[in-house]
């Protein structure tokens, strides 16, 4: 029992499970290594070179213009000589906050003045002087608290604020692991949004004195530039940096004759000053990443990340690996989908990424999936190994404990099978249609529900030692005192099949609750000889038994609409059991295909005394009945409508149908009372 369990494919579902909750909780060290692989990507593309240049305020600099930081004048001749060559828009990337010592900023702000110049400015804990915001017009502002935001900003004096002609945020924000892959495009502070450094750059470009954004409950939706157009971001306005947009650098100390209208970045990078940044290419200036996320945003290269995406990788996932641990039953085949999944893991998301720009995961997934099929061909080829040794438990996969039990014992009394008596027992659902009907398409709800039902008919059947032979469609047949001895056996098949209605009054109570309607189920139950053992093909058999008793078991099941009861019990089953439960007749019926009639019982639970004077009534009824007094038994049965707390009240509706069409029979006075059935 030990080798069984710890050699079931469940350990493959659970490892499914677990791989999927894993995946779905995405921890910071499952991210880093998904991050890592999109670096790959985004870095191994061909270089695209742009017309934007990074100008370098390096060693060589500093050696020939003095100690930094320089006068505010040297900033106003740089930014003069730049346009002098011909550069299409200088944004200077030295941050100044406080009064220049040398007090020249009044050379800096008239130059600015003359030279459109942007600005740098900083998200903070605090804020120093007052930036220049162009303003936002913002669609559906209520929802601003989801951008990212800052306490405070850090802008540059006053007197130079009013003369640039835009000012922008280079705050970024580096992923789990330290490096930064994703800058955000717009920043909050105090209720205002700035736009970062890019964004501003293009607003100036373009000539739009703002730029928009529309909001929803889950951030960012949409972010442009009027005259620029839509950029793609995510909810947090985050652009992927496409590192194959390529600047051109030079030092401030060896300037070309003609930037060509380039836009110039410039910013110091003398050791000591400036601190590099870690990003997928490595450490970078912070000019540089600008430079990049520049080019990416201009170019439209904008690389994306959908929303959907980590919900789709899950999905595929879970699809991917479930088809695999049912396809590895077949080895062979088995094992070629699980090439074919890990390939085309990767290759749909190297496709997606050269033709689309965009990232899905192409390393956890196929990760997950080759331990799922390590973990599933492992279980499955010791399993296979085992079973090599232990044919005799071959027929463990259809039959209950019990047969294995004893085909371990004797296998000849199921492969020869054996003739005995047994009480069977058939069920059949009731009010399935508009249980299905409540499910409209969702076929997995509907199945959801149809197995609880199965599960809460089933279990009295196992509590009673019992046999489930079959299942079919939403009906179940089962037997006692095979292959389980039970002495007892029509008492045990009569109580199990009450205590099968009981288990349904109990589903029902949870199915209501969940909205849905309630279902019903009728039952046969019937005592008789039946020949038991496997039976079918050979390839693919079961145990089964057969015999006239089943077939009338059947039978008497599909009557019990007819009579309006939940349970029809046979003649041989009451006769051995008339002291232990409270039956009623229903008729004498001639089952379809017979020409004898049954005598057929209905059984009542949690009886009550007034019960047994209905009784009484309810067998005179039947008396006139038989003795063609159709008017007699109409009156009682209008009489007894109410008895037995209504349990009766459509069979007694039914039967006064039932007199009123005898009336119209032309009946023989010798007539026995049998009703022939003309259907199933």
């Not at 000589?81 to 800096?108: C, H, K, P, Q, W």
């Not at 989801?146 to 280079?170: C, M, T």
């Not at 007694?652 to 009946?667: D, E």
Request: proline share 5%; hydrophobic share 45%; net charge negative.
């Amino acid at each position: 029992m030990m080798k069984k369990i710890l050699l079931s494919p469940i350990w493959s579902i659970l490892v499914l499970g677990l791989l999927t909750l894993l995946i779905a909780n995405n921890p910071s060290f499952l991210e880093s290594v998904k991050l890592r692989y999109f670096d790959q990507l985004i870095i191994n593309q061909e270089p695209v070179q742009n017309n934007i240049y990074t100008v370098n305020i390096d060693e060589a600099a500093i050696e020939e213009k003095g100690q930094w930081p320089w006068p505010r004048g040297n900033y106003a001749a740089l930014i003069k000589d730049l346009y002098t060559r011909n550069a299409g828009l200088v944004v200077f990337g030295v941050l100044m906050s406080e009064n220049d010592r040398f007090n020249e900023d009044i050379i800096l702000a008239e130059t600015m003045g003359v030279y459109p110049t942007i600005l740098n400015i900083v998200g903070s804990d605090r804020t120093v002087n007052e930036p220049i915001n162009p303003g936002a017009a913002i669609i559906n502002s209520e929802y601003q608290d989801l951008i990212l935001s800052y306490p405070g900003i850090i802008a540059n004096i006053p007197q130079l604020e009013k003369f640039a002609i835009g000012s922008g945020i280079v705050n970024t924000l580096p992923e789990p692991d330290g490096v930064t892959r994703r800058v955000p495009l717009v920043i909050g502070s105090e209720g205002v949004l700035y736009p970062n450094l890019t964004l501003e750059v293009l607003r100036v470009l373009a000539g739009d004195p703002s730029f928009q954004i529309r909001l929803s409950p889950l951030g960012v939706d949409k972010l442009r530039v009027p005259q620029f157009g839509s950029i793609t971001t995510d909810e947090l306005a985050r652009v992927w940096i496409d590192w194959s947009q390529k600047s051109i650098s030079v030092s401030a100390a060896n300037l070309p004759e003609d930037f060509g209208g380039a836009v110039v970045f410039v910013a110091p990078t003398a050791a000591g000053i400036n601190n590099p940044i870690a990003t997928a290419a490595g450490n970078v200036w912070p000019h540089d990443l600008q430079a990049a996320l520049l080019g990416t945003v201009f170019n439209n290269a904008n690389i994306e990340r959908p929303a959907w995406a980590a919900g789709a990788e899950l999905l595929a996932f879970v699809v991917g690996g479930s088809l695999l641990i049912l396809l590895s039953r077949w080895t062979y085949v088995g094992l070629g989908f699980f090439v074919l999944l890990v390939g085309a893991s990767i290759g749909t998301s190297i496709y997606a990424f050269s033709e689309y720009k965009m990232l899905i995961d192409g390393i956890s997934i196929p990760a997950g999936l080759v331990l799922l099929g390590l973990v599933r061909y492992a279980v499955k080829f010791i399993d296979e190994f085992l079973q090599k040794q232990a044919i005799k438990k071959q027929f463990g996969g259809y039959a209950s404990p019990e047969v294995v039990e004893i085909l371990q014992k004797n296998p000849k009394l199921v492969k020869e099978g054996v003739k005995k008596e047994v009480s069977i027992c058939f069920s059949d659902l009731r009010g399935f249609t508009p249980l299905g009907e409540s499910f409209g398409d969702d076929v997995k709800g509907l199945t959801e529900v149809m197995n609880g039902y199965m599960d809460a008919i089933t279990q009295p059947v196992l509590d009673a030692r019992g046999m489930i032979i079959k299942y079919i469609g939403d009906a179940s047949m089962h037997i006692h005192n095979a292959p389980v001895e039970d002495l007892e056996h029509p008492k045990t098949a009569v109580k199990t099949a009450l205590n099968m209605l009981k288990a349904v009054e109990k589903f029902n109570e949870k199915l209501v609750a969940s909205g849905r309607p309630p279902v019903g189920m009728g039952a046969g139950v019937n005592t008789g000889l039946g020949y038991i053992g496997e039976m079918g093909s050979t390839k693919r058999h079961s145990y089964d038994v057969l015999g006239d008793a089943v077939s009338t078991t059947a039978r008497l099941e599909s009557q019990c609409k007819s009579y309006g009861v939940l349970l029809i019990i046979g003649p041989e089953t009451v006769r051995r059991t008339n002291e232990d439960f409270f039956y009623l007749k229903l008729d004498d019926l001639a089952v379809k295909g017979k020409t004898i009639g049954l005598d057929i019982y209905t059984v009542l639970d949690d009886v009550k005394p007034e019960y047994h004077e209905s009784k009484i009534l309810h067998d005179k009824m039947y008396d006139l009945y038989r003795s063609q007094d159709f008017n007699g038994a109409i009156e009682m049965c209008k009489q007894l409508t109410n008895s037995f707390d209504g349990k009766m009240r459509e069979y007694y509706k039914i039967w006064i149908n039932r007199c009123v069409f005898m009336k119209t029979q032309k009946l023989p006075k010798d007539w026995n009372g049998v009703f022939v059935a003309t259907s199933k």
